[in-house]
């Protein structure tokens, strides 16, 4: 029954990151960090491993002076985590 679940996913960052992706077009760092409550060092090293495995685009730019890093998921990543949730949903419902 657990065979469909992703180990990508297993950390609740990982999940909240693709989480707040599949929602949002883009997101930059800090909000990521605010919304899932976690260390510079934490989220960077989640967001490393999910780029990766090529679930999510890392674009750096500069606004003015100042350097900003947003994320976005891939199309491989929106899948695979889809994937991921309808395997949950199956666990859940014992199918």
Do not use: C, W
Not at 21 to 49: P, Q, R, W, Y
Request: net charge positive; glycine share 6%.
């Amino acid at each position: 029954m657990i065979e469909g679940l992703n180990k990508l996913f297993e950390s609740r960052v990982r999940l909240g990151v693709m989480s707040i992706l599949m929602v949002n077009d883009s997101i930059d760092f800090n909000s990521l960090k605010e919304l899932l409550n976690v260390t510079d060092g934490n989220l960077a090293s989640h967001i490393s491993a999910l780029e990766k495995n090529e679930l999510i685009i890392v674009n750096k730019q500069f606004v003015g002076k100042k350097p900003k890093t947003t994320y976005e998921a891939t199309s491989k990543g929106k899948k695979l985590f889809q994937e991921h949730l309808d395997a949950l949903e199956k666990l859940i419902k014992g199918q």
